[in-house]
């Protein structure tokens, strides 16, 4: 087997398994919010903190310490870090994490997953253009496929509460600012110094509001503590990795299209663990929100880029 072909299948490994694990995740943090009690807003701070934190760490100990320190050095990168932190990484966070809690991991997952389409129509109205064809397409299937997930295909009455459909929709528009806002520092500094004191500076805005030291100790446990710990490394610092590292092997056109497996994951694992009712209904508006992801990765971008330069498309980290 040549060394390329190697490569190829090390990197689907790589991104097959990322989306596997941001899909694990979503449900365990179902599991904390719904059966253990755990306020969302607190999550979240302790996730983005943790993160960051050992992010900025690992970064240092690598011996880049110097690139960290400097995405401060100038005003534009100053404001720019301290926007995407609070309004897209917190904001994308807390909203997909409301979600959950407001309703399942399954359909959190699958509504944030229309940001792409939201993303598509930002880009062809800046460009002043009409969409394409395919595009027209994803859109099609990004709306149906919503109508079949919220209603469960009836249409009388919504098969999850409207606070569930807010947030995910909320969550949907966050992730879409989170994925073009930041082109310019990710083009400069590389994902993972930006993402780094993106995670830190959304944990730290949202302490003020949900403090990490608020927690509600009489319902934690050992096997609480552990989960979280597992929604912070296994949700966040791997499968960040393990995504960046994949774009040195493929396209990133071929890591959007094996994302789907984040939300199949998801609504397999709701469904199968955690008893979450997903009707004939729920899975088709699950298949035709992935078929959007599908359409758009088809003829997106063909030209292999830099690792520094890539970024997650969907809100599990």
Excluded at 68 to 81: G, I, M
Excluded at 102 to 126: D, I
Excluded at 252 to 273: F, I, R, Y
Excluded at 279 to 290: D, K, Q, S
Aim: charged fraction near 10%.
């Amino acid at each position: 087997m040549s060394l390329r072909k190697n490569n190829r299948i090390k990197g689907f490994a790589m991104v097959l398994g990322a989306a596997m694990l941001w899909g694990f995740t979503g449900t365990v943090a179902q599991h904390l919010l719904h059966d253990r009690q755990v306020d969302p807003g607190w999550l979240v701070t302790v996730r983005l903190l943790v993160s960051g934190i050992l992010l900025l760490l690992f970064i240092s100990l690598r011996g880049e310490g110097a690139q960290v320190r400097a995405v401060w050095k100038t005003p534009r990168d100053r404001w720019e870090l301290l926007l995407l932190g609070v309004v897209g990484m917190m904001g994308v966070q807390y909203t997909f994490f409301a979600a959950i809690d407001t309703g399942n991991a399954a359909t959190a997952t699958l509504l944030q997953y229309l940001g792409p389409v939201l993303l598509t129509g930002w880009v062809a109205l800046s460009m002043r253009r009409m969409p394409e064809s395919r595009e027209w397409a994803a859109v099609g299937f990004a709306l149906t496929g919503t109508f079949f997930l919220v209603t469960g295909g009836s249409g009388s009455s919504l098969s999850i509460s409207p606070a569930a459909l807010i947030w995910g929709l909320l969550s949907a528009v966050t992730l879409a600012f989170y994925t073009v806002y930041p082109a310019r520092l990710l083009k400069r500094w590389g994902s993972a110094p930006v993402v780094g004191w993106a995670m830190l500076i959304g944990g730290v805005a949202l302490a003020f509001f949900c403090p990490p030291w608020a927690a509600p100790w009489s319902v934690w446990s050992v096997e609480t503590i552990l989960l979280i710990l597992l929604v912070v490394v296994f949700g966040t610092l791997v499968p960040f990795f393990l995504y960046l590292d994949s774009l040195r092997f493929l396209l990133p056109s071929e890591t959007g299209l094996l994302s789907c497996a984040e939300p199949l994951t998801a609504a397999v694992l709701a469904v199968w663990w955690l008893g979450v009712p997903f009707g004939p209904g729920e899975w088709l508006g699950a298949l035709l929100i992935m078929g959007t992801v599908i359409l758009l990765s088809i003829g997106g971008q063909r030209e292999r880029v830099p690792a520094k330069s890539g970024s997650k498309p969907a809100g599990g980290f």
